[in-house]
């Protein structure tokens, strides 16, 4: 049994003189293990967390692989899609809205593949909330005058694919309210 790396083999043959022939030397190599798992690294995007941004650009370093080298990388996209990356160390891709994910290996020259690398989870939001139904029971018919100089109003919740971090609200002027986080 051979173990990982390159053996040399030499063989000569010797006759019923005793006489010895050339010596002729061939190589084995022997790879038997796969390539060192990628780390992969995305530098537009918050990876887990919701982004306004789509255009995801991913990184990483070379793997080692000791015997036959890196023939290529491999991503897996939606954990549907596989990409033949060829020798490239880097990857973008514009997503559409919505939660996607990205993790890649290395295959070396007899197809050994890597373990898969960290998962990038990209969640993508581009577009903004819808407008809120807005509703006042002191002033509850919006083309008709009131004697009353207070009120009070209200709004729907839109529908929203990364959630509503908060409103801006504002009478006659300026907004009144910047959004805190959870309000």
Do not use: C, M
Request: charged share 15%; net charge negative.
């Amino acid at each position: 049994s051979l173990g990982q790396g390159t053996h040399v083999v030499q063989v000569r043959g010797v006759d019923g003189a005793g006489n010895f022939g050339q010596t002729a030397v061939a190589q084995l190599k022997t790879d038997n293990t796969p390539p060192t798992t990628p780390v992969i690294r995305e530098k537009n995007l918050r990876s887990n967390e919701w982004n306004f941004n789509n255009a995801a650009a991913f990184k990483w370093s070379a793997v080692a692989d000791e015997g036959s080298g890196v023939k290529k990388y491999v991503a897996l996209i939606d954990e549907l899609t596989e990409v033949d990356l060829s020798n490239s160390l880097e990857y973008s891709v514009n997503f559409s809205d919505g939660i996607h994910s990205f993790k890649l290996r290395a295959v070396d020259a007899l197809n050994q593949s890597s373990n898969w690398s960290n998962q990038v989870i990209a969640k993508i939001d581009s577009n903004g909330p819808s407008a809120p139904s807005v509703s006042s029971p002191t002033h509850p018919d919006q083309n008709a005058w009131s004697k009353l100089n207070s009120s009070s109003f209200s709004w729907s919740t839109p529908s929203e694919l990364s959630g509503v971090y908060g409103y801006y609200y504002w009478i006659d002027g300026e907004p009144q309210f910047i959004p805190e986080p959870g309000v």
